[in-house]
């Protein structure tokens, strides 16, 4: 059972280039959530979906988006990326709004130069 | 906002108790706290959750005050492995979506 699967694990971009990040679930679960964390903070939420075809914002979501198109694999894409994105990206699943646990991936650590 | 205060850092000796404090004094009657730890910028890892009582597995212990305006997460015999950060979490999200605060920097130490 792999759980929470991000791709890629590390990436560099220039200043304007576009990419999409890819997260999978293979738990069939309803909800799923992209996390930013920059040094010394804690993980700060971007967009969220509540299901397949559904997506929503959440607290730092300009600059980015996503999609989810099939309910196991949610995507984050930024169209222009800029020297303040650089971060470690963090997926996060779960069954339902009252589920009590939340699986993360092991994170995207994306550089802008 | 995080809705939660804890402590920057804590230090503990290896096969000690590590007794990491959180308060939370705005929570509400049907709030849970959550407790999850990220280890070296892992992904962050669920640890337990309770409401009211007591909670115990077999990662850690939660205690929650009487009036649930604080918690105490209890590691009872920490380990090098233990090394981490510790969040402790109000669940705030309408969607399930967790709020993390700082967390605790938990380094154990032989």
């Known amino acids: 059972n792999a759980g929470v699967t991000q791709t890629p694990k590390f990436r560099v971009l220039k200043t304007g280039q576009s990419m999409t990040l890819l997260c999978a679930q293979d738990?069939?679960?309803?909800?799923m959530y992209w996390y930013r964390q920059d040094p010394g903070m804690g993980l700060r939420l971007i967009h969220y979906?509540?299901?397949?075809?559904?997506?929503a914002k959440g607290e730092v979501p300009d600059g980015y988006n996503v999609s989810r198109l099939k309910k196991q694999n949610f995507l984050l894409g930024l169209e222009s990326a800029a020297p303040s994105q650089t971060s470690v990206y963090f997926c996060?699943?779960?069954?339902?709004?009252?589920?009590?646990?939340?699986?993360f991936g092991q994170g995207t650590r994306l550089t802008v130069v | 906002d995080a809705k939660t205060t804890q402590p920057p850092s804590m230090d503990c000796a290896e096969g000690r108790a590590a007794n990491l404090p959180c308060n939370h004094s705005?929570?509400?009657?049907?709030?849970?706290v959550y407790w999850y730890r990220q280890i070296h910028s892992q992904g962050p890892q669920y640890i337990i959750h309770?409401?009211?009582n007591n909670e115990t597995n077999e990662m850690a212990s939660l205690i929650i005050t009487e009036d649930r305006k604080s918690s105490t997460l209890i590691l009872p015999h920490a380990t090098l492995r233990d090394t981490a950060v510790y969040y402790c979490?109000?669940?705030?999200?309408?969607?399930?979506?967790?709020?993390f605060g700082k967390g605790t920097k938990l380094s154990v130490k032989p």
């Open positions: 996060a699943s779960k069954g339902q709004v009252s589920s009590t646990e939340a699986f």
């Open positions: 738990m069939n679960h309803e909800y």
């Open positions: 979906s509540v299901g397949e075809g559904t997506t």
């Open positions: 705005t929570i509400s009657g049907n709030e849970y």
């Open positions: 309770g409401l009211k």
């Open positions: 979490i109000v669940r705030g999200g309408s969607q399930g979506n967790l709020i």
